[in-house]
C-alpha cells in the first residue's frame, strides 16, 4: 500500500506516531495498522455516542500492546449502544462493528463507524424534534 503525505502531516503507525518534513511517498509493504492525521479523532470531537466508541477503537488502533483497558471500555460502550438503540440500520451496523473489533480489523472497525455517523446525526435531529408532549 502506497501513502503520500504532506509536509508537517503525522502518521500513526502500530502505535508510532511518524512525522514528515517534507512531501513522501510511503509504501508499506507488509500488514499493518495504521491512521492517517485526517482520520484521527480527537478527545473533545468524541461528543456522541457513536463518536466516544469511534475514539476507543482508535485508541485500540493506535496502541495496539496494550489494548485491554480500551477493549473493556469498548465493551461496556458496545452493549449500552446496543440497549439504546431500535433502528436495523444502527443494530446491523454495530453488528459488524463489533466483528470487526473482535477480528482486530480496527481500521475497517473505524471506516464503518463512520458511515454510522449519518445514522446517528438523523437519529439525535429526529430526537431533538420531538416535543417533551409527544415523548409522554
Do not use: W
Not at 19 to 39: A, H, I, P
Not at 96 to 120: D, M, N, Q, W
Request: charged share 20%; aromatic share 6%.
Amino acid at each position: 500500500m502506497k501513502i503520500s503525505l504532506r509536509a508537517g502531516e503525522r502518521i500513526y503507525i502500530n502505535g508510532a506516531v511518524l512525522r514528515v518534513d517534507r512531501k513522501v511517498s510511503v509504501e508499506l509493504v507488509n500488514d499493518v495498522m495504521f491512521l492517517l492525521e485526517g482520520q484521527v479523532m480527537q478527545a473533545s470531537d468524541a461528543t456522541t455516542a457513536l463518536r466516544q466508541l469511534y475514539f476507543i477503537v482508535q485508541l485500540m488502533l493506535m496502541n495496539p500492546t496494550d489494548v485491554g483497558d480500551a477493549a473493556a471500555l469498548y465493551a461496556q460502550h458496545y452493549a449500552a449502544l446496543c440497549a439504546v438503540c431500535e433502528g436495523r440500520e444502527m443494530l446491523d451496523g454495530l453488528g459488524a462493528i463489533h466483528e470487526l473489533v473482535g477480528a482486530t480489523r480496527y481500521f475497517e472497525a473505524l471506516k464503518r463507524i463512520r458511515a454510522l455517523f449519518p445514522v446517528e446525526q438523523a437519529i439525535l435531529a429526529g430526537a431533538a424534534n420531538v416535543s417533551p408532549v409527544e415523548a409522554a
